[in-house]
């Protein structure tokens, strides 16, 4: 895939992980990121590597097929499901928006 990786990982497995085109340049744009993610993924259509869908996360058949794929060991569904319903905020000010009594700034 890049000299690089493969000089070092000669024998890494490699996966393209697919997000929404315009999930990814709505966040690139957002951090101030110069970046077209429709011609990047016309880069990684090209590339034969296993892909992994991230709109697919919520389903549990999807996640085990990836999990026995990737890790090898037994599936845990239940865990799966519980993990899948969380609500889990990357965005600190959506985190701190829902949460305001844990917001530092707003506490002084």
Known sequence: M????DALYPEARRFVL???IEQ????????GVKFN??????ILDAI??????????????YLEILW??????PFDAERAR???EMRIDTDVRKYFAHR???NPVARG
Do not use: C, N, W
């Open 2 to 5: 890049t000299p690089i990786v």
């Open 18 to 20: 697919y997000r929404d």
């Open 24 to 31: 990814i340049q709505a966040s690139t744009d957002r951090h």
């Open 37 to 42: 993610a429709a011609e990047e993924m016309k």
């Open 48 to 61: 034969e590597v296993p892909r992994i869908y991230s709109s697919m996360f919520g389903d549990l058949e």
């Open 68 to 73: 026995k794929a990737i890790i090898g060991l």
């Open 82 to 84: 519980m993990l899948s």
């Open 100 to 102: 305001p009594y844990l």
